[in-house]
């Protein structure tokens, strides 16, 4: 009873409303036989961030962005491909696009920077690129954390963002489905749509390196092969940079820059990404904050707790 009471008393109205899509989802997938760890961590943390007190409440009410974004990923997985046909997928042609505007030129034979790492592969630089790669959803999540203590303004700016980008790359993968380098470089312009998501051959050194298929396991759950346009890996730290730089001094502002730039290179180096891609993902997230800056702005700190608890389900 006492637990019910402390349950109504955050979430007045629809109490059992808050983390229910999380909860459900869960439960969903458990039915079905196919509970992976990270849905039932989601449950949880909704669970926990929900009922455990006022400020935990808020947190959740600003993280709920990225939570939401979680359960829409993971559900793709039942539409991906679906109405794709091979006329509609781009791969040399864009290569092609590629080769004209971010070529280079190397042992007298015009390539793309994807076309030379590959063909110059460094074990170091597997390992460099491959960290920003296997860190960015923690970075990113751990950072939507840190604004929360930082403003709620930017906090929301920011998750708000992270959600919204990443629907319109969703859209952009079905309405312009986009082969990666790698798949260029494995099965040249010919169209497999039952190819399967892929870890590409730098990832896979890292993999062999550790010992552990920690890439491979990454990638064996992305249904979505064609999404290279545009890269989102690089649209979130760009997010970050953006609605970060002025909580920080110069050593933080100078790491934002930092890893903003290394997984630009990342996602090139890796033969996950184009130039092209990268460029279109850092407009995505440019021009998605810069709208964000108008819809969401700074409010008097006195009225943080009053709007969160408004902005609430159980209010």
């Not at 969703?170 to 039952?194: I, K, M, N, S």
């Amino acid at each position: 009873m006492r637990l019910w009471l402390h349950m109504r008393g955050l979430w007045p109205r629809y109490t059992l409303l808050a983390p229910a899509p999380f909860v459900l989802w869960a439960i969903f997938f458990a039915l079905r036989g196919q509970l992976r760890w990270e849905q039932l961590a989601m449950a949880v943390a909704a669970v926990g961030l929900a009922y455990g007190n006022a400020h935990t409440k808020r947190l959740y009410l600003g993280m709920l962005p990225m939570g939401f974004l979680g359960l829409v990923y993971d559900g793709m997985r039942f539409v991906d491909r679906s109405g794709m046909r091979p006329e509609n997928v781009h791969v040399c042609d864009l290569r092609d696009a590629e080769l004209r505007y971010f070529g280079m030129e190397s042992a007298g034979r015009a390539m793309t920077w994807p076309d030379y790492f590959y063909e110059n592969p460094s074990l170091a630089l597997d390992v460099f690129c491959a960290i920003p790669y296997g860190a960015f959803l923690f970075v990113s999540i751990g950072y939507g954390i840190f604004l929360y203590f930082r403003g709620l303004d930017s906090q929301q700016r920011f998750t708000w963002g992270f959600l919204i980008v990443n629907l319109l790359g969703f859209l952009t993968y079905r309405f312009y489905p986009a082969a990666p380098p790698w798949y260029f470089h494995e099965y040249g312009c010919a169209v497999d749509l039952a190819t399967p998501a892929s870890e590409g051959t730098h990832l896979a050194r890292v993999d062999e390196l550790l010992g552990i298929p920690f890439f491979a396991g990454m990638y064996s759950r992305s249904s979505n092969v064609f999404g290279a346009m545009p890269s989102l890996h690089v649209a979130y730290p760009l997010l970050m940079l953006i609605e970060g730089y002025k909580h920080h001094g110069k050593v933080g502002k100078a790491a934002l820059v930092g890893f903003y730039g290394w997984m630009c290179f990342s996602a090139v180096y890796l033969d996950h990404h184009w130039v092209l891609d990268v460029v279109a993902g850092s407009v995505y997230a440019a021009v998605v904050a810069a709208c964000l800056r108008k819809l969401i702005v700074k409010e008097p700190a006195s009225r943080l707790d009053v709007l969160s608890s408004q902005r609430g389900l159980g209010t």
